[in-house]
């Protein structure tokens, strides 16, 4: 399972999210460009020592990304969709995109993905912080495939 992120600007939900990665053995992409510098301190503050335990993989764009998932669905986690993430069936090879924080992932992004899903949530809010999103979305997909850690 892979955790892709689309042009995160916020260098504490990447170092949440590596960390998450971690934790489940997940791998992440991160597709450039970010809204920060890669070295930035809060992602290895947020990180801690998990980082170490990761596998992280850049890319220079979503082209550069895509190539890269061969036959892997690209199951993408937008406000913009009406089908819930708790009615979906992943597979153990999913990878799960998420877009930046302010906007998303564009049109064209969207349209390139296997699946959209939408993380069930009170009408009176707008969204969730990513990294929770990720954990959220990971955790079901990990049960789901029966590959959650020992």
């Not at 190539?67 to 992943?90: M, P």
């Not at 959209?116 to 049960?143: D, H, K, W």
Request: charged residues 20%; hydrophobic residues 45%; neutral net charge.
């Amino acid at each position: 399972m892979r955790i892709a992120l689309f042009e995160p600007e916020i260098a504490g939900n990447v170092g949440a999210v590596l960390r998450l990665g971690a934790c489940f053995g997940a791998e992440i992409d991160l597709i450039e460009p970010m809204g920060f510098t890669w070295d930035d301190r809060r992602v290895r503050r947020t990180a801690m020592d998990y980082i170490d335990h990761v596998s992280v993989t850049r890319h220079a764009g979503f082209d550069a990304f895509k190539a890269t998932t061969g036959s892997q669905r690209l199951v993408l986690f937008t406000t913009k969709s009406s089908q819930s993430a708790y009615e979906f069936a992943f597979q153990a090879d999913d990878v799960l995109l998420f877009g930046k924080e302010s906007a998303g992932v564009p049109v064209a992004v969207a349209e390139a993905c296997d699946a959209r899903l939408r993380i069930p949530m009170r009408p009176q809010v707008r969204s969730m912080n990513l990294a929770t999103s990720a954990a959220l979305a990971l955790g079901e997909a990990l049960r789901q495939t029966g590959t959650l850690p020992g």
